[in-house]
């Protein structure tokens, strides 16, 4: 899924993945799990790459992919079981060399809260080495950026 974009979404046009809560993510508070977001947060990343045209195969063709170097979870308010998350991303900045940063907001289906904001940061390596590499071109292109966005996200109170 890839067009929702209800009014609470912070900013137009996210890539969004809609995730089923599931009996496992609920914690003895009765909510959904910290550690949980976090799963959520790297499958919407590793399914808008697949949209992007970017699944693993196209990394190994490069010899090239995306690792993550830093993860930011800011939690507002709780998730219920039996709801549907929908979480949305946005790349916001793609340095076109080394490094690509995307940011997350977490919402419940048909409620205007939102759950948690999120941000991830990447560096590509070299699959076969482990070690940093340079972007190949197709990243830089594929992976389009809306830095405009970043000051949206960074003034969150």
Do not use: Q
């Given at each position: 899924?890839?067009?929702?974009?209800?009014?609470?979404?912070?900013?137009?046009?996210?890539?969004?993945?809609?995730?089923?809560?599931?009996?496992?993510?609920?914690?003895?508070?009765?909510?959904?799990?910290?550690?949980?977001?976090?799963?959520?947060?790297?499958?919407?990343?590793?399914?808008?790459?697949?949209?992007?045209?970017?699944?693993?195969?196209?990394?190994?063709?490069?010899?090239?992919?995306?690792?993550?170097?830093?993860?930011?979870?800011?939690?507002?308010?709780?998730?219920?079981?039996?709801t549907t998350a929908l979480v949305a991303t946005w790349i916001t900045a793609n340095d076109r060399r080394l490094r690509l940063r995307r940011r997350f907001q977490i919402c419940i289906q048909g409620a205007s809260a939102t759950l948690a904001f999120a941000m991830s940061d990447f560096a590509t390596i070299k699959i076969s080495t482990g070690r940093a590499c340079r972007m190949p071109t197709a990243f830089a292109d594929g992976y389009p950026a809306r830095p405009a966005l970043e000051p949206v996200f960074r003034n969150l109170s």
């Open positions: 899924m890839s067009k929702i974009d209800p009014p609470n979404f912070i900013a137009p046009d996210p890539f969004v993945l809609a995730v089923k809560v599931r009996a496992a993510d609920i914690d003895d508070f009765g909510h959904v799990n910290n550690v949980v977001y976090l799963g959520w947060i790297a499958r919407a990343a590793w399914a808008h790459s697949e949209a992007l045209g970017f699944d693993f195969n196209a990394y190994r063709e490069v010899d090239c992919g995306f690792v993550v170097t830093r993860h930011e979870i800011d939690y507002r308010t709780a998730c219920p079981p039996e």
